[in-house]
């Protein structure tokens, strides 16, 4: 499904990913971790298509094909989808509203009409009791004055309403309780199918004793120098990181 | 499309020419340009007006001569020439008409492209039109519902015919012939508007409705509106202006005056998007407008504006709460794009006891514009336990534009109470990735994160105004983001 191939991207001239090689098919849980600074959330934004970061070499193909030159929206559209870190505030613009025109402009492209009325309400009781969401939290401001709980929560509803093909969570673990994680934890999981593939980033082995991944991979200065199985990230939690600095330094 | 460089908004910029752009050839019966006391003679005898209108007038304008343009708002712009102005131009297809079959069929094609063709509006339940084109009221429907209830909604011209007793005894008494220059050229010129009066405890069944528009190229256009709403009574009314693409400056100068008696209820709503200019600055409307209402006892006047259109907005939408207990609200929604200039606010001026007011102003700029918020807050000595609450939120998009907050606070009594809140944002790129990341184009980004920040506003619109409300934010920004 996604394939990434010699990857470079740099900031401001600044080299932050230096050639990060990966291949995830379908049906498949990938965890990528790494100390910080280690260019996990960079690799996230670029597969996203942030603008922010210039790809100079390398290329990314989603179902065999080049996405590199393709606008945010247009990989959203493919179905690419990303869990922000830190979800942004969109004042007056209510979680309904955002998640109806998120929808039907995905519809739009590809050249469907709008979701029908009674279909989105069904859709988003159904999610929403998934996630234990308060209806009441769908009337509030999008991220306006949520915890950070509420945030990472409101993330994983938007995957759940879009069925993306390609989930990647960045820290979606961080500021969430053990209540919250289990619930967001057993919401990734249902979604999960043959058809889609999730991407962890994180620091944490927590996580991933919920949502069990297939591989492990560890990034250290822009590469992923180690990948394994399951049993890596217990081993990373024992040990930390410094063992596999000096195995890259060795 | 991987990025949105300066060239894809210039680009962008070019092709949205002004939607409605169009100018209709209809044979006007024009002034030659110039201003003095015989042509104020010939407007009000053109307009078959009685002598005390003509006296009214002519006291106006010898008023206006005495007066210097004002220069306080943060505004800059040619100052126009008011000799080179023709004062009255009206469409020659006279008289009135009983029904749409009888209308010039070019007019009714203007309608069209105005998008409020009559056999719509008509159909439309609960709107009735009185529609302004130039200068002279052409089309007034929904008259007989009206009748029943005593309501008397017409043209300032046919009120002054037939109801000369109401309009003597209310016109100017709100906003004075010598309050403003723009007033005072209002007063001695005004060539045509709207009448209302609602009577005593009724409470008007449907949304009064009139579009203005500016039509014949050199033609300024001085509306007069007068609306009164006697004790108890209620009236909602609807005032939507768009204007054809010219390219020399066009004045507006307009006087709305609104009377809410004992425990009477205004509601008063403006969509405004007169030609801007385009993308280099050139043309636009000059839009100097004075607005004010005035509350007696248990009154409430309420103000909601949505103001996207004109090269130079001056505008003040006021109330002053005389009665007791009465209550003064103002909502502005002011987009400015390009090179637009926008000074507006409004004055809430606090004489009663217990008189409460609420200014809620949206300002956006983008592109090279600047847009001013300009309110004054005013508690006289008498007025024990006022109180007020403002809000001003201003929003930037880009790096050109700017957003300015003029204040004014004037307590003269020690119980009053007044809130006044104020926050500046820019729309982030963070923003719109969020939003491009879940499929929605920058664009559409914008058009949510605008309708999201003037939602407090377009709550407050009618309806059917809100929807159009909303396409006109959008239509306004479209490309104003890199």
């Known amino acids: ?250 | 499309m991987t990025k949105y460089t300066e060239d894809d908004l210039r680009e962008e910029l070019k092709t949205k020419e002004y939607e409605y752009g169009f100018f209709t050839d209809i044979e006007s019966d024009t002034f030659e340009p110039g201003l003095n006391e015989d042509v104020v003679r010939a407007i009000s005898l053109k307009k078959e007006e009685p002598e005390w209108m003509t006296e009214w007038r002519l006291e106006a304008f010898r008023a206006w001569e005495k007066m210097i343009e004002p220069e306080w708002a943060n505004v800059t712009y040619e100052k126009p020439d008011f000799q080179a102005i023709s004062y009255y131009s009206a469409p020659n297809t006279k008289p009135k008409y009983d029904s749409l079959d009888e209308v010039d069929p070019q007019l009714l094609e203007t309608f069209k492209k105005l998008g409020i063709s009559m056999d719509e509006q008509k159909m439309l339940a609960g709107v009735a039109m009185d529609v302004v084109i130039d200068s002279v009221s052409v089309a007034t429907t929904f008259k007989k519902s009206l009748d029943e209830k005593g309501i008397i909604f017409c043209s300032i011209s046919e009120a002054i015919q037939k109801h000369p007793e109401l309009v003597k005894k209310y016109i100017g008494t709100v906003v004075p012939r010598t309050d403003n220059f723009y007033a005072a050229l209002n007063s001695a010129v005004f060539s045509d508007g709207s009448f209302c009066y609602i009577p005593k405890g009724v409470r008007c069944p449907m949304e009064l409705s009139t579009y203005f528009r500016i039509n014949q190229g050199g033609t300024g256009q001085f509306e007069r509106t007068l609306l009164i709403a006697d004790e108890d009574s209620y009236v909602s009314y609807l005032e939507g202006c768009t204007a054809p693409s010219r390219d020399e400056n066009q004045m507006h100068a307009a006087v709305v005056e609104l009377i809410a008696m004992d425990g009477a209820e205004i509601k008063y709503s403006t969509v405004q998007n007169w030609y801007p200019g385009n993308a280099e600055g050139k043309g636009g409307v000059f839009n100097f407008v004075t607005k004010r209402g005035i509350c007696e006892k248990n009154a409430k006047i309420s103000w909601t504006q949505v103001e996207t259109g004109s090269a130079v907005t001056w505008k003040y939408p006021s109330c002053i709460l005389k009665g007791d207990n009465s209550v003064g609200e103002f909502y502005s929604i002011a987009v400015t794009n390009n090179h637009q200039q926008a000074d507006t606010g409004t004055k809430m001026i606090h004489l009663g006891k217990n008189t409460r007011s609420t200014i809620i102003s949206k300002g956006i700029s983008a592109g090279k514009s600047q847009n001013s918020y300009r309110g004054l807050v005013q508690i006289g000595p008498r007025a024990e336990n006022a109180r007020n609450f403002s809000e001003c939120d201003s929003l930037l998009m880009g790096n050109d534009c700017g957003a300015h907050t003029f204040p004014y606070i004037e307590v003269k009594n020690k119980s009053a109470i007044i809130e006044h809140e104020a926050t500046t944002s820019k729309i982030g790129e963070d923003q719109i990735f969020y939003c491009n990341q879940r499929g929605i184009d920058t664009e559409k980004a914008i058009a949510l994160i605008v309708n999201g920040f003037s939602k407090e506003v377009l709550n407050k619109l009618p309806m059917e105004f809100a929807v159009e409300a909303q396409k006109l934010l959008e239509i306004s920004l479209e490309g104003s983001v890199g």
Request: glycine share 8%; aromatic share 6%.
């Open chain 1, 1 to 250: 499904m996604l394939k990434i191939i010699d990857l470079h991207a740099s900031v401001e001239d600044k080299a932050i990913l230096k050639g990060i090689n990966l291949e995830i098919n379908a049906g498949e849980v990938h965890a990528i971790m790494g100390p910080n600074g280690s260019g996990k959330s960079t690799l996230a934004s670029v597969i996203a298509g942030k603008e922010d970061y210039e790809v100079t070499q390398g290329d990314i193909l989603f179902e065999e094909e080049s996405i590199n030159e393709l606008a945010p929206e247009e990989r959203a559209h493919k179905g690419v989808f990303l869990s922000f870190q830190y979800p942004t505030e969109i004042p007056g613009v209510s979680v309904t509203n955002f998640m109806k025109t998120a929808i039907n402009e995905t519809r739009k492209a590809r050249g469907l009409g709008d979701m029908p009325a009674n279909e989105m309400l069904k859709m988003i009781r159904e999610k929403s009791e998934m996630l234990e969401i308060d209806r009441k939290f769908l009337s509030r401001s999008l991220n306006e004055g949520f915890s950070g709980g509420e945030k990472k929560r409101n993330e994983i509803f938007q995957l759940a309403m879009l069925e993306p093909k390609l989930a990647i969570l960045d820290e979606t673990d961080s500021g969430l309780d053990i209540d919250a994680l289990r619930i967001v934890a057993s919401g990734v999981n249902k979604l999960r199918s043959d058809e889609n593939a999730v991407i962890i980033i994180t620091h944490y082995q927590r996580l991933l004793d919920h949502i069990v991944p297939d591989f492990v991979h560890v990034m250290f200065e822009g590469r992923i120098v180690k990948s394994g199985g399951k049993e890596l990230a217990h081993e990373l939690e024992e040990k930390g990181y410094d063992w596999i600095k000096d195995e890259v330094n060795a």
